[in-house]
C-alpha cells in the first residue's frame, strides 16, 4: 500500500520545492529540537541531493565522518519513494553495514522515533547470504558437529510439513548463525551452482520468502553491492526465462561507500570456472540406469577437465597475490577446445537422458545450467581476446575467473545509461577533491559533486605516528603497541598479508587478537565493540566500520593499500599513460583514508593511529602525508 508524503502537496508548489521546504524545518529545527546537532555541512549534502533527484543525474557526495550522511540521504529518499510509487534502494558495501544501517538506535530507528515517521525499510541480501535446503540436505549426512544440528533446529517446522507456507517467516540468513564458521557456512549456503527455477523446494526456501517479503517495500530496499550487481548482472537473463529480476524497480538509488562499487561490479560481471566442482556435478548424474554414451561423454569431459587444470596450474606465474596470472600455453588452450567438445558432446546426451527419466530432473536441469555457463565461461577463455583472466582462491579451491570486458562499458549500459538519480555516498570519493578516479572506473562521463570536511577537531582527538622499520620488524612493533591493552583495529592490504602476520605473531599476543575469517564478521565486531576482544585484524573493514568512543581508540595500518599485482589491476595500469599516478597512488590514498576515517566516528571519540612504513613504503612518505587528518608525529 502506497505511503503519504511526510509533507503537505499543494498546487503552488512542485514536490521539489515542498520537499525542500520540508528538509528545511527537520534539519534546522525538529532535529535540533530533540537533541540532535545542527550541521551546515548535513543540511548541504541533503539539499544536493535533492537537486540530483530533481535533475535524475549521479551524485558523487562526499562528506567527511560526522556529517551525518545517513539522515542527509535517508530523508529525501523516503520522500521521493513515496512521490514515485517505487521504493528506494540503499546499496551498502557489504552485508555487515546493513545489519550497521538497520540496527536499534541507528539512524533509520532514530528518524522513526523522532519524526515519528513509520519508514518500511526491508533488507536484500546477497544470496549465498541465505540457507540453501538442498545444501543443507547434503551437509547433514555427513556433518556430525553441533552446528548443523543447531541450524536443524532454526528451520521452522512449516517448511517441511504439507500445505500453505504463508505462516512461515522468513528464516535462514547468514547472521541468525553467528557460531557458525564461514568455512562452514560455505557448507550450507547458496551457491552459484544451485538452480532455483528448477529446485523442488523453492518456494518453500528461506531465500525465496525474504524476497518476496522485500518486493513489497513501500519505502527503502537495502542490500549490498554485490547483490545489486549480480542484479544487473543476471536481468536479462532472468527475464529472458520468465522469472523476477533479483529486485523490483527502484526510483532511485544510494550507494553508501560508494568507492567500492567497482570491486563489487568486478565480483558479479566474470566467471567462475573451479577445479572440483564440475567432478561433483558429474558425479551426482552418474545413477544407475544411464545410457552408456552419457557415461562415456561424462568421463571424457571429467578426464579433460582435470587436465585442463593440470596444465592451467603448470601456467600460472607462482606470485604472492590473490589473484595469480596465467600465461595461456598452446595446450592449455588444446585442452580448452577438447573440454568445448566435450561438453557440447554431453548436452546432446543429456536430451536423450531427459527422455528417459533416470536422472531426477533437478539434478538434470541444474547440471544442464551449470554446463552452458561453464562452457561460455571456457571459450572466452580460449578466444584470447580481450577478456582479463587469473587464478584465485575462492572458499578454499582454485577457481578460474573470467572477466569478459572491463566493467566500465557493463555500468555504462546497465546503471549509468538509465535516467535515475544515483547518489554515490562517502567520506573518500575523492583525492584532494578530484572525482576524476573514481568517475573514470565506473565509467561516468555527467556527474555532480561536492566535499564537505568533516565537523570534528581533528587536532584535538586524533594523533598520527609514522614508524619507519623494517618489513620483519612491523610484527614486533604490532606486539610492543599491544600491551597498553588499547582496543585497535589492525589493517592490512590484503588476506594474505594478514595471514602472514597471523603466522608469525606471538602465541600469546595473538589469544587477544581476533582474525577476519576466524568466524561470521559481524559476530567478531560485536565481541570487539563489547570489550571481549582487544584487538581485531581485518583486511575488509577499510571502510564502514562504525564504533564510538572507547570501543576503538587505536588504529595500526600495518602495510600501505596499495593495489595488488595482478591481471585485473595490471589490465588497468595498460590502458594509463602513468600507471602510478593514475591507477596506483589515488588507490592507495583513497583506501588510506578510509582507514583512517574508522577513528573518530562521533564527537565523543579520540584515539592514535600508527602506520608502519617499510623502506618501500617510506619512499612515497610525500605523496601521503598532506592528504592525513593532522601533522604526523
Same mark, same amino acid.
Given at each position: 500500500?502506497?505511503?503519504?508524503?511526510?509533507?503537505?502537496?499543494?498546487?503552488?508548489?512542485?514536490?521539489?520545492?515542498?520537499?525542500?521546504d520540508?528538509?528545511?524545518d527537520?534539519?534546522?529545527d525538529?532535529l535540533?529540537?530533540?537533541?540532535?546537532?545542527?550541521?551546515d555541512?548535513?543540511?548541504?549534502?541533503?539539499?544536493?541531493?535533492?537537486?540530483?533527484?530533481?535533475?535524475?543525474?549521479?551524485?558523487?557526495a562526499?562528506?567527511?565522518?560526522?556529517?551525518?550522511?545517513?539522515i542527509?540521504?535517508?530523508?529525501?529518499?523516503?520522500?521521493?519513494?513515496?512521490?514515485?510509487?517505487?521504493?528506494?534502494?540503499?546499496?551498502c558495501?557489504?552485508?555487515?553495514l546493513?545489519?550497521?544501517?538497520?540496527?536499534?538506535?541507528?539512524?533509520?530507528?532514530?528518524?522513526?522515533?523522532?519524526?515519528e515517521?513509520?519508514?518500511?525499510?526491508?533488507?536484500?541480501?546477497?544470496?549465498?547470504?541465505y540457507?540453501?535446503?538442498?545444501?543443507?540436505?547434503e551437509?547433514?549426512?555427513?556433518?556430525?558437529?553441533?552446528?548443523?544440528?543447531?541450524?536443524?533446529?532454526?528451520?521452522?517446522?512449516?517448511?517441511y510439513?504439507?500445505?500453505?507456507?504463508?505462516?512461515?517467516?522468513?528464516?535462514g540468513e547468514?547472521?541468525?548463525?553467528?557460531?557458525?564458521?564461514?568455512?562452514?557456512?560455505?557448507?550450507?549456503?547458496?551457491?552459484?551452482?544451485?538452480?532455483?527455477?528448477?529446485?523442488?523446494?523453492?518456494?518453500?526456501?528461506g531465500q525465496?520468502?525474504?524476497?518476496a517479503?522485500?518486493?513489497?517495500?513501500?519505502?527503502?530496499?537495502i542490500?549490498?553491492?554485490?547483490?545489486?550487481?549480480?542484479?544487473l548482472?543476471?536481468?536479462?537473463?532472468?527475464?529472458r526465462?520468465?522469472?523476477?529480476?533479483?529486485?523490483?524497480?527502484?526510483?532511485?538509488?544510494?550507494?553508501?561507500?560508494?568507492?567500492?562499487?567497482?570491486?563489487?561490479?568486478?565480483?558479479?560481471?566474470?566467471?567462475?570456472?573451479?577445479?572440483?566442482?564440475?567432478?561433483?556435478?558429474?558425479?551426482r548424474?552418474?545413477?544407475?540406469?544411464?545410457?552408456?554414451?552419457?557415461?562415456?561423454?561424462?568421463?571424457?569431459?571429467?578426464?579433460?577437465?582435470?587436465?585442463?587444470?593440470?596444465?592451467?596450474?603448470?601456467?600460472?606465474?607462482?606470485?604472492?597475490?590473490?589473484?595469480?596470472?596465467?600465461? /595461456?600455453?598452446?595446450?592449455?588452450?588444446?585442452?580448452?577446445?577438447?573440454?568445448? #567438445?566435450? &561438453?557440447? =558432446? +554431453? $548436452?546432446?546426451?543429456?536430451?536423450?537422458?531427459?527422455e528417459?527419466?533416470?536422472?531426477?530432473?533437478?539434478?538434470?536441469?541444474?547440471?544442464?545450467e551449470?554446463?552452458?555457463?561453464?562452457?561460455?565461461?571456457?571459450?572466452?577463455?580460449?578466444?584470447?581476446?580481450?577478456?582479463?583472466?587469473w587464478l584465485?582462491?575462492?572458499?578454499?579451491?582454485?577457481?578460474?575467473?573470467?572477466?569478459?570486458?572491463?566493467?566500465?562499458?557493463?555500468l555504462?549500459e546497465?546503471?549509468?545509461?538509465?535516467k535515475?538519480?544515483?547518489?554515490?555516498?562517502?567520506?573518500?570519493?575523492?583525492?584532494k577533491?578530484?572525482?576524476?578516479?573514481?568517475?573514470?572506473?565506473?565509467?561516468?562521463?555527467?556527474?555532480?559533486?561536492?566535499?564537505?570536511?568533516?565537523?570534528?577537531?581533528?587536532?584535538?582527538?586524533? /594523533?598520527?605516528y609514522?614508524?619507519?622499520?623494517?618489513?620483519?620488524d612491523?610484527? #614486533?612493533? &604490532?606486539? =610492543? +603497541? $599491544?600491551?597498553?591493552?588499547k582496543?585497535?583495529?589492525?589493517?592490512f592490504k590484503s588476506?594474505?598479508?594478514?595471514n602472514?602476520f597471523?603466522?608469525?605473531?606471538?602465541?600469546?599476543?595473538?589469544?587477544?587478537?581476533?582474525?577476519?575469517?576466524?568466524r561470521?564478521?559481524?559476530?567478531?565486531?560485536?565481541?570487539?565493540?563489547?570489550?571481549?576482544i582487544?584487538?581485531?585484524?581485518?583486511?575488509?573493514?577499510?571502510?564502514?566500520?562504525d564504533?564510538?568512543?572507547?570501543?576503538l581508540?587505536?588504529?595500526?595500518i600495518?602495510?600501505?593499500?596499495?593495489?595488488?599485482?595482478d591481471p585485473?589491476?595490471?589490465?588497468?595500469r595498460?590502458?594509463?599513460q602513468?600507471?602510478?599516478?593514475?591507477?596506483?597512488?589515488?588507490?592507495?590514498?583513497?583506501?588510506?583514508?578510509?582507514?583512517?576515517?574508522?577513528?573518530?566516528?562521533?564527537?565523543?571519540?579520540?584515539?592514535?593511529?600508527?602506520?608502519?612504513?617499510?623502506d618501500?613504503?617510506?619512499?612515497?612518505?610525500?605523496?601521503?602525508?598532506?592528504?592525513?587528518?593532522?601533522?604526523?608525529?
Amino acid at each position: 500500500m502506497r505511503k503519504s508524503l511526510p509533507f503537505e502537496l499543494s498546487r503552488e508548489k512542485t514536490f521539489f520545492d515542498s520537499l525542500g521546504d520540508w528538509l528545511g524545518d527537520v534539519l534546522y529545527d525538529e532535529l535540533p529540537e530533540r537533541g540532535f546537532e545542527c550541521r551546515d555541512e548535513q543540511i548541504f549534502m541533503a539539499y544536493q541531493i535533492e537537486q540530483a533527484l530533481k535533475e535524475k543525474n549521479v551524485l558523487f557526495a562526499e562528506a567527511g565522518v560526522g556529517t551525518g550522511k545517513t539522515i542527509a540521504y535517508l530523508l529525501p529518499a523516503v520522500s521521493y519513494a513515496r512521490y514515485t510509487g517505487k521504493p528506494a534502494l540503499i546499496a551498502c558495501a557489504d552485508e555487515t553495514l546493513i545489519d550497521q544501517l538497520v540496527k536499534e538506535g541507528g539512524d533509520i530507528h532514530k528518524l522513526r522515533d523522532v519524526l515519528e515517521l513509520e519508514i518500511d525499510v526491508r533488507l536484500a541480501k546477497s544470496r549465498d547470504q541465505y540457507l540453501c535446503l538442498k545444501r543443507f540436505e547434503e551437509a547433514e549426512k555427513n556433518e556430525t558437529e553441533d552446528w548443523i544440528d543447531d541450524i536443524a533446529f532454526s528451520i521452522p517446522d512449516g517448511v517441511y510439513a504439507q500445505g500453505s507456507m504463508i505462516a512461515v517467516q522468513p528464516y535462514g540468513e547468514r547472521s541468525d548463525y553467528p557460531l557458525v564458521t564461514d568455512e562452514d557456512w560455505q557448507k550450507v549456503n547458496y551457491n552459484s551452482i544451485m538452480q532455483c527455477a528448477v529446485c523442488d523446494l523453492r518456494n518453500r526456501c528461506g531465500q525465496t520468502l525474504h524476497r518476496a517479503h522485500y518486493r513489497k517495500s513501500t519505502d527503502l530496499i537495502i542490500c549490498s553491492q554485490d547483490f545489486l550487481m549480480e542484479h544487473l548482472a543476471t536481468k536479462e537473463s532472468r527475464e529472458r526465462e520468465g522469472q523476477l529480476p533479483l529486485l523490483p524497480e527502484v526510483s532511485m538509488m544510494v550507494l553508501d561507500e560508494g568507492h567500492l562499487l567497482e570491486y563489487a561490479a568486478q565480483k558479479a560481471l566474470t566467471y567462475k570456472v573451479q577445479a572440483y566442482t564440475i567432478v561433483e556435478l558429474l558425479e551426482r548424474l552418474m545413477v544407475d540406469g544411464v545410457r552408456e554414451r552419457t557415461l562415456y561423454a561424462m568421463e571424457h569431459l571429467q578426464d579433460h577437465h582435470e587436465l585442463f587444470f593440470d596444465q592451467l596450474r603448470e601456467d600460472v606465474i607462482k606470485s604472492e597475490e590473490d589473484r595469480k596470472r596465467i600465461v /595461456k600455453s598452446e595446450r592449455l588452450i588444446q585442452f580448452g577446445e577438447r573440454v568445448i #567438445a566435450d &561438453v557440447d =558432446q +554431453l $548436452l546432446e546426451e543429456l536430451v536423450f537422458e531427459s527422455e528417459l527419466y533416470m536422472i531426477p530432473e533437478y539434478e538434470l536441469n541444474m547440471a544442464e545450467e551449470f554446463l552452458e555457463h561453464y562452457v561460455a565461461a571456457i571459450r572466452i577463455f580460449v578466444a584470447q581476446g580481450d577478456a582479463v583472466d587469473w587464478l584465485e582462491d575462492t572458499d578454499g579451491e582454485e577457481t578460474l575467473v573470467i572477466m569478459p570486458r572491463l566493467i566500465t562499458d557493463v555500468l555504462s549500459e546497465t546503471l549509468f545509461s538509465k535516467k535515475m538519480p544515483i547518489v554515490f555516498s562517502s567520506a573518500t570519493l575523492s583525492v584532494k577533491k578530484d572525482f576524476s578516479y573514481i568517475a573514470a572506473s565506473l565509467g561516468i562521463e555527467k556527474y555532480q559533486s561536492f566535499s564537505v570536511p568533516s565537523p570534528f577537531d581533528y587536532e584535538e582527538v586524533m /594523533k598520527i605516528y609514522l614508524h619507519e622499520l623494517s618489513q620483519t620488524d612491523k610484527v #614486533a612493533k &604490532v606486539e =610492543q +603497541l $599491544l600491551k597498553d591493552e588499547k582496543q585497535t583495529l589492525i589493517l592490512f592490504k590484503s588476506k594474505q598479508a594478514m595471514n602472514q602476520f597471523k603466522a608469525n605473531v606471538g602465541l600469546m599476543t595473538r589469544l587477544n587478537i581476533a582474525f577476519e575469517g576466524d568466524r561470521e564478521l559481524s559476530a567478531i565486531v560485536r565481541e570487539f565493540q563489547n570489550g571481549e576482544i582487544q584487538a581485531l585484524c581485518s583486511y575488509h573493514l577499510w571502510e564502514g566500520l562504525d564504533l564510538p568512543e572507547e570501543a576503538l581508540t587505536r588504529v595500526i595500518i600495518f602495510d600501505l593499500p596499495f593495489p595488488p599485482h595482478d591481471p585485473l589491476f595490471d589490465a588497468k595500469r595498460s590502458f594509463a599513460q602513468n600507471a602510478f599516478e593514475e591507477v596506483e597512488l589515488p588507490f592507495m590514498q583513497l583506501r588510506l583514508q578510509q582507514g583512517m576515517g574508522r577513528l573518530i566516528r562521533t564527537s565523543n571519540d579520540h584515539g592514535d593511529i600508527h602506520i608502519l612504513l617499510n623502506d618501500e613504503e617510506v619512499k612515497v612518505k610525500s605523496d601521503f602525508v598532506d592528504i592525513l587528518a593532522v601533522e604526523p608525529q
